[in-house]
């Protein structure tokens, strides 16, 4: 058993990574401010400290804890925010993760695991599906501080011998992932059409994304755990999904129509993203196993149970 630190750990990904860790036997506390995570994700059995990784509180949890591991998820995750508002993405996704990759040297922990992001880093990506070594030239602020602080990562190892792997993720959907909260564009079609309420699709709908189920990733990052591979990982399906087929999977298992109003298109988001998870594969042994339909329909059950 190891105590392991899961920043970000009351948002969607980090709660369920949490649960993961604890049905494993680890001792698990997490650090979020609540601004996107909700404290009634947070499994009982973890200890909760409600602090904003950029604040100087950091180090006193980290001397009085003495962590084995770190998953540092927390982070400003609205790519829209980040567009208008980057000082902030910048102040939380660099000088906030910095603040964590240093109290990690200076308590010695035994590795950092990184959520980074493959949906936003690789910008508008020539080669599709888009692997590990492509050209980065992020088209949005947040994509550019994932970036920023996964050299930071390996600056930390060449420099001081902190071990990590970074993970850059697709777009992770599934229960948890709230309106008002980490909602990605699944969680916010589905949220609304549960409630009968029209979305908003910006753009044609022909933009293409790659999307993992949480469950997926969840395993990604049990399976990080003990490996030794200081490089980036993408985790994702390998498939490139328009808007209108995400729209075609919710309305076929929901067996009725969304109610859509087109709007144009928003300033820094890519027309395509889609991730091989060759390496993965390689390297943590790793495959998707949900696929979208059986995704969409676990994650309008629990929508639905949200309503109630």
């Known amino acids: ?9 009351a948002g969607f990904i980090g709660s369920t990574l949490v649960d993961r860790l604890i049905s494993l036997e680890h001792e698990v506390v997490v650090i979020d401010d609540l601004s996107s995570g909700r404290r009634d994700y947070v499994n009982p059995s973890a200890k909760l400290y409600e602090v904003d990784i950029t604040s100087e509180k950091i180090a006193e949890i980290f001397e009085q804890e003495k962590f084995d591991f770190v998953y540092h998820l927390a982070a400003q995750i609205d790519v829209r925010r980040s567009v ?3 000082e902030f993405d910048n102040r939380v996704n660099v000088l906030g993760g910095l603040n964590i ?44 501080h994932k970036l920023t602080l996964e050299k930071y990562l390996n600056y930390y190892y060449q420099v001081y011998g902190l071990n990590y792997t970074v993970l850059r993720f697709a777009n992770v959907y599934g229960p948890r992932q709230f309106k008002g909260g980490e909602a990605g564009v699944i969680a916010i079609f589905i949220a609304n059409a549960v409630q009968g309420i029209s979305s908003q699709q910006f753009g044609d709908g022909l933009q293409t994304r790659d999307f993992v189920y949480v ?14 591979c ?6 994702g399906s390998g498939i490139e999904t328009t808007l209108l087929d995400v729209r075609r999977a919710i309305e ?12 144009p298109a928003k300033d820094g988001e890519q027309r395509r993203s889609c ?27 629990w929508a639905k149970g949200q309503t109630r």
């Open 215 to 228: 469950d997926d990733v969840v395993r990604a990052l049990i399976l990080s755990l003990e490996i030794d």
């Open 1 to 9: 058993m190891s105590k392991i630190l899961v920043t970000g750990g």
């Open 252 to 263: 076929a298992a929901l067996e009725e129509k969304m109610l859509i109003e087109e709007k």
């Open 84 to 86: 208008s508002d980057p």
């Open 275 to 301: 991730l091989s998870y060759a390496r993965a594969q390689a390297v943590l042994n790793w495959e998707p196993e949900i696929n979208l339909i059986e995704g969409v329909g676990r994650t309008i059950a």
């Open 230 to 235: 200081r490089s980036e990982i993408n985790i």
């Open 101 to 144: 990759l240093e109290n990690c040297r200076a308590s010695k922990v035994k590795k950092i695991i990184m959520a980074s992001t493959g949906g936003a880093i690789y910008g508008e990506a020539e080669e599709i599906p888009t692997t590990e070594n492509s050209p980065t030239y992020p088209v949005s602020p947040y994509g550019i």
